[in-house]
Each structure stands twice: as structure tokens, then as C-alpha cells.
């Protein structure tokens, strides 16, 4: 998650996550999981187990993000027209 803060930027420039990766986000949040897991079974430094925390701080803003801006469904993606905007300019 420490490689995808940019990308919290950018949801927080454009004020949308329309554009975020789910997929990684998603195979991220379970790398995640299992490595917080496994920093506080096995035994190891206090400093690395604190270290794990900071990829959590990091999909908890990803999660508020997402609360935050909802997804504008009417919004083109890379150029191409929506659905509805196209049947618009066909109706007139």
C-alpha cells in the first residue's frame, strides 16, 4: 500500500475513486491482512510489527476515500460517452 499513495492524491484531486484498481486494491487488502497476522503470531522486533500497521493506515484512507466520493456513474471513462449521454444526443 506504501507504492499506491499516489494514488490517494489523485482520488483526492479529481475528488473520485471511478478510476482506482479494485482488483489490486483488493489482492493488496489480503496481503495486507495476512501479513498483520503473521507480525503478530510469530515472534519479531516491536519496530516491525509497527511497521505492518503503516499498509493499514493506508487502505483505511482507500476505504474513507471511498466513502467519501461516491462513484459518478455518469462520468466518460478514457473518452469514450456513457451509455446515457449518447441515447440523450439520440433522443434531440
Same mark, same amino acid.
Given at each position: ?36 497476522? !503473521?507480525? #503478530?503470531?510469530?515472534?519479531?522486533? =516491536?519496530?516491525?510489527?509497527?511497521? %505492518?500497521?503503516?499498509? $493499514?493506515?493506508?487502505? !483505511?484512507? #482507500?476505504?474513507?476515500?471511498?466513502? =467519501?466520493?461516491?462513484?459518478?456513474? %455518469?462520468?466518460?471513462? $478514457? ?14
Amino acid at each position: 500500500f506504501a507504492a499506491m499513495t499516489p494514488q490517494l492524491f489523485i482520488n483526492y484531486r479529481l475528488k473520485t475513486v471511478e478510476h482506482m484498481n479494485w482488483r489490486t486494491l483488493g489482492y493488496k487488502a489480503c496481503n495486507t491482512f495476512v501479513d498483520d497476522l !503473521f507480525a #503478530f503470531i510469530i515472534t519479531m522486533p =516491536l519496530m516491525h510489527r509497527l511497521s %505492518t500497521l503503516r499498509d $493499514d493506515v493506508i487502505f !483505511f484512507v #482507500f476505504l474513507y476515500q471511498l466513502y =467519501l466520493y461516491p462513484m459518478d456513474k %455518469t462520468r466518460c471513462i $478514457d473518452g469514450s460517452a456513457s451509455s446515457d449521454a449518447v441515447n440523450d444526443k439520440k433522443e434531440k
